[in-house]
């Protein structure tokens, strides 16, 4: 892999980022460099004791019991956990060592990469009796494994030669098959919950949610074009298409269904819980394999998201028939959505809701996982923070994307947080009440694979030099290659599987990862040459029909990073010289 160019690139922006720019002289960027430094040796104590505990009294069982010191087998009925149908003897998928696996790669550590690869490689089996959650299961487990196989066989050469052959490609076929039987529904939308030895269960539940069925692209997609077998491509994208064609005429999805009927049970819709990593993948998908298909259904329901749900920095539900707003809440997994705009280069949208995420994380010290923000109260039942990553990760985006130091107190006010609540001598506990910082006995895997590996992505982002990657909605890296590619928006060069980014001498990035793909559309816009290039993904604040008053409203081009204007005539956008 060719690797020069793109560092160069990311050198380039810390010399040309305005916000270091803004400060008085050369010191502070020294300060912001030493403290990076201080910071990713923070994360990586966080990571090893969240991961040595989990090895010493938990693996190779699914999650560790951080204040018990003992384990959990919750890959079985994940998100439901009345753990039944599990099996004598059953000594778990050892799913949090899946889980940490490309973040030992993030954090250089190839050594324990390499044990852990070996022992799963010979020891894991998924021919069990057990009941698991397809979505779970695909983002954690065969995500998990995709990802790892694609990390150990770059050129990297993480391992001692020879000593990987495929283990882990071998397991992630073998889970692949066990979900298929999920999709067998008149409508191609999979169950929800599948046995992994039996296959859909007699009497099993047909409802689903959106996310459910819909956040399986990435996986399943990478799966067929790594084994070469097909069916886990169509089978995900037979359902993705199928719950497109279900929305309404607002561009808007419901939020569960049933997979039998294809109609719809839920119509209160937003972008939390049981619908985001919907739009994640639409979006991630187009990156991935550049499919337009995926970028069209995106472009419609961001659209749609910002239009309907949208109400100044926050998102509240609405009816996706009508558009009326429904409920008015904050929920924790929204806050993935200011990275998910960093990504479409919609930059100004992604700073307010984020600053607002934040503001509330200060008030309370964590994120609750609900907020009514009409009573501005907490939700009666759901005061917990399970040590989810979403703020960890917008931040992380943010910062790739402006530089703004700020970015990095947050993430240094994130883990003081997460230190001083959830940190218990066996591991990291999820809060049950932020009121009273009540915790909870659960070290959920997330914490491995997302919360951990995103804040040490703020301080140290050396894995991403070199390659472009997409991370999935469990935070698992999956490298964007040429050859996955149908097509390519024009603004990339292909060169050896790498993306390289085009020379850009006076541009201010706009989004992390070395990507951007918000294409743009000319507009004409009236006046005599009055004509502008629009990220088609911006919306400005400012009015219905989407104008703007000034730049601020317009952010950065997505396509070619340059920063946007405010045309007389309104509109966001590059001036064209024709
Ligand atoms: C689980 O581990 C125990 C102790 O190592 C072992 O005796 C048992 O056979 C294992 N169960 C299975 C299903 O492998
Ligand atoms: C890798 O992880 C193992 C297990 O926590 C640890 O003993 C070792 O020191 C780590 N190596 C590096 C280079 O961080
Ligand atoms: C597989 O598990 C067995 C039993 O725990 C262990 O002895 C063996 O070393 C494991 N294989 C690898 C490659 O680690
Ligand atoms: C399925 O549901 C029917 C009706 O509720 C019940 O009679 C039957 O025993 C159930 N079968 C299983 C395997 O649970
Ligand atoms: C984010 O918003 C704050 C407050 O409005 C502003 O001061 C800051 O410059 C913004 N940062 C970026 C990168 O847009
Ligand atoms: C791609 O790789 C080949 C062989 O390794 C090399 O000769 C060529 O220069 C590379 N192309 C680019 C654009 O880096």
């Not at 993480?158 to 990987?164: E, K, L, P």
């Not at 924790?332 to 960093?342: D, E, H, I, R, T």
């Not at 009440?433 to 590996?453: N, Y």
């Not at 995103?454 to 030099?465: A, G, I, R, T």
Request: one cysteine or more; charged letters at 20%; glycine letters at 6%.
């Amino acid at each position: 892999m060719s690797s020069g160019k793109l560092g160069t690139w990311v050198v380039t922006i810390l010399v040309i980022s305005p916000a270091l720019f803004s400060l008085s002289a050369t010191e502070p960027e020294f300060r912001s460099s030493d403290k990076r430094r201080l910071m990713k040796e923070r994360v990586r104590k966080m990571f090893y004791h969240a991961y040595d505990n989990y090895m010493k009294y938990a693996f190779p069982h699914d999650e560790l019991k951080p204040i018990t010191k003992t384990y959990t087998d919750s890959l079985s009925e994940l998100g439901n956990l009345n753990l039944e149908h599990l099996p004598q003897n059953y000594n778990g998928s050892a799913l949090t060592l899946i889980e940490s696996l490309s973040s030992l790669v993030v954090l250089g550590n190839d050594t324990e990469f390499e044990k852990a690869v070996l022992w799963l490689s010979e020891n894991l089996t998924f021919d069990v009796d057990a009941r698991v959650n397809l979505f779970e299961c695909n983002i954690r487990v065969l995500g998990g494994l995709v990802s790892a196989h694609m990390l150990a066989i770059d050129s990297r050469n993480r391992f001692t030669q020879g000593t990987y052959k495929n283990g882990l490609l071998v397991l992630a076929e073998d889970i692949g098959r066990r979900f298929l039987p999920a999709f067998d529904t008149p409508t191609g939308l999979p169950y929800a919950w599948i046995n992994l030895k039996y296959g859909v269960m007699e009497n099993e539940t047909t409802e689903t949610s959106t996310s459910d069925c819909g956040s399986l692209i990435l996986e399943m997609g990478a799966l067929s074009r790594l084994t070469g077998d097909p069916r886990y491509e169509s089978a995900a994208l037979r359902a993705l298409r199928t719950l497109w064609s279900m929305r309404s005429s607002l561009n808007l999805l419901g939020s569960t269904l049933d997979v039998e009927t294809g109609e719809w049970i839920e119509y209160s819709t937003g972008i939390g819980a049981g619908v985001d990593s919907f739009y994640e993948y639409l979006i991630k998908a187009y990156i991935l394999f550049g499919k337009e298909e995926y970028w069209r259904m995106f472009h419609a329901a961001y659209l749609a998201v910002q239009r309907y749900f949208r109400h100044g920095p926050w998102y509240h539900e609405a009816d996706m028939r009508t558009g009326r707003a429904t409920f008015w809440q904050l929920t924790s997994l929204q806050a993935f959505w200011p990275g998910l705009q960093v990504l479409v280069g919609d930059i100004p949208a992604a700073n307010s809701s984020h600053r607002e995420f934040f503001h509330v994380w200060k008030a309370f010290g964590v994120l609750p996982e609900r907020y009514l923000l009409d009573h501005q109260m907490l939700h009666p039942t759901e005061k917990y923070y399970p040590l989810r990553p979403e703020l960890a990760e917008s931040t992380f985006y943010l910062y790739q994307a402006t530089k703004d130091p700020w970015y990095l107190e947050v993430g240094e006010s994130i883990m003081k947080s997460l230190n001083q609540y959830t940190k218990v001598k066996g591991g990291f506990a999820s809060v049950r009440d932020v009121t009273s910082m009540q915790l909870e006995d659960h070290q959920h895997s997330f914490f491995l694979s997302e919360t951990c590996k995103y804040l040490y992505l703020l301080f140290d982002n050396s894995f991403l030099v070199g390659g472009n990657y997409i991370f999935t909605t469990e935070g698992h890296p999956l490298p964007v290659l040429s050859d996955w590619h149908d097509k390519l928006p024009d603004s990339y060069i292909l060169a050896n599987y790498t993306l390289i980014q085009r020379p850009m001498s006076q541009a201010t990035p706009a989004s992390a990862l070395s990507l951007q793909v918000c294409p743009a559309t000319t507009l004409n816009s009236g006046g005599e040459g009055d004509r502008t290039v629009e990220s088609a993904c911006h919306i400005p604040d400012a009015s219905r029909d989407h104008r703007c008053l000034n730049g601020y409203d317009c952010g950065t081009d997505a396509t070619t990073c340059r920063r946007r204007s405010c045309s007389p005539s309104g509109y966001c956008g590059l001036w064209l010289s024709i």
